[in-house]
């Protein structure tokens, strides 16, 4: 008995020694799609954001298509700056594109 109450209080100890984060709100969730093509947006309330389309492509293989993805996404680190990210993923792979000024 003494074992269990010593194991609960040290959990609490634990729990209220991490301060909890408060959970972002999604305040923008956007999508749309079809059998060839998708897009979506959301943006959280901390100021998360991301944007993507991708559409089915004619492939470098005669006959074959390859989906081909565009997009882009938005966070700030933990000194506050904010980052900016555009980004494109095809059968060349993916890659991050410069961002436009």
């Given at each position: 008995?003494?074992?269990?109450?010593?194991?609960?209080?040290?959990?609490?100890?634990?729990?209220?020694?991490?301060?909890?984060?408060?959970?972002?709100?999604?305040?923008?969730?956007?999508?749309?799609?079809?059998?060839?093509?998708?897009?979506?947006?959301?943006?959280?309330?901390?100021?998360?954001?991301?944007?993507?389309?991708?559409?089915l492509k004619e492939s470098s293989v005669p006959g074959e298509q390859q989906l081909s993805v565009e997009g882009s996404y938005v966070y700030s680190d933990d000194q506050?700056?904010?980052?900016?990210?555009?980004?494109?993923?095809?059968?060349?792979?993916?890659?991050?594109?410069?961002?436009?000024?």
């Amino acid at each position: 008995m003494k074992v269990l109450v010593l194991l609960i209080l040290s959990v609490i100890v634990i729990v209220q020694a991490f301060p909890q984060k408060e959970v972002p709100e999604i305040v923008l969730y956007e999508t749309d799609g079809d059998d060839n093509s998708y897009n979506f947006q959301f943006e959280t309330s901390d100021g998360i954001a991301r944007v993507e389309k991708g559409e089915l492509k004619e492939s470098s293989v005669p006959g074959e298509q390859q989906l081909s993805v565009e997009g882009s996404y938005v966070y700030s680190d933990d000194q506050g700056k904010e980052h900016r990210v555009r980004y494109i993923a095809d059968e060349r792979g993916y890659r991050v594109l410069p961002n436009k000024s």
